[in-house]
């Protein structure tokens, strides 16, 4: 035996209607959307520095070093390894692009060079970098969480 069709039909509606009711409240936007971009406003004029130890350890010694975050250059010239240096880190919640620039004389082989970024209250955040043909040109991106 066979269904009445216009049963069915209102049967398949009213189910639509009934889980459509608490749907639409679970994914209506309203008010609450307007206030988190205000708190994401008030995070972005909150951007304040943090003071931070970076290290740069290298296997071999470099002819040419440099380490820069943003525009500010840190290292420029080259010591002894490890090279330590006193910088302020631009929001290191939301991630710190460091920029290394290394050059080896002729001859020499691929070279390590390991940075380390230690904000004041954070983990430190270690990466090491291999060179290739006696230069090393990296972007490194460090994030704390």
């Given amino acids: 035996m066979r ?3 216009p049963i069915q039909i209102f049967l398949l509606v009213l ?12 994914t209506g936007t309203t008010t609450p959307a ?18 931070a130890l970076v290290r ?11 380490v820069k975050i943003g525009e500010k250059e840190l290292i420029g010239g080259i010591e002894d390894s490890p090279m330590e240096v006193d910088a302020s880190l631009p929001s290191p919640k939301d991630g710190v692009d460091v920029f ?16 380390e970024v230690e904000p004041d209250g954070l983990a430190t955040r270690s990466e090491t970098r291999w060179s290739s043909a006696a230069s090393l040109d990296e972007v490194i991106t460090l994030e704390w969480k």
């Fill in 15 to 26: 189910t639509f209607v009934v889980l459509a009711v608490p749907l639409s409240h679970l």
């Fill in 34 to 51: 307007k206030a988190a971009k205000a708190a994401v406003v008030e995070k972005v004029v909150q951007v304040k520095s943090v003071k």
């Fill in 100 to 115: 290394v620039k290394a050059t080896w004389p002729e001859g020499t082989p691929d070279s390590a060079i390991t940075l």
């Fill in 56 to 66: 740069v350890r290298y296997a071999h010694r470099p002819a040419t070093l440099s």
């Fill in 3 to 5: 269904g009445f069709p």
